[in-house]
């Protein structure tokens, strides 16, 4: 979350992209992308908890955000 709201911050000033996030906030987006492809279909509460921080995020953050849920979950799934 911390990074949702420093890169919230950020943008008020000058609307960067997607790839103008730092390596960290790519790091910690990731991580939620990674936590909600091994959340799915084993915890709802978290499921739930993941799904209500990526809806708080900016358009810019959820997009990047889905480019990385969408290669977990590839992944996941034997690169199909």
Do not use: W
């Amino acid at each position: 979350m911390t990074v949702i709201l420093q890169y919230r911050n950020s943008i008020m000033t000058n609307k960067p992209a997607h790839s103008e996030l730092t390596e960290k906030q790519k790091a910690e987006i990731d991580l939620i992308a990674l936590q909600r492809v091994e959340a799915m279909n084993s915890d709802e509460f978290l499921c739930n908890d993941i799904d209500q921080k990526i809806h708080a995020m900016e358009e810019q953050v959820k997009s990047y955000f889905q480019s990385r849920f969408s290669f977990h979950l590839n992944q996941k799934n034997g690169g199909k």
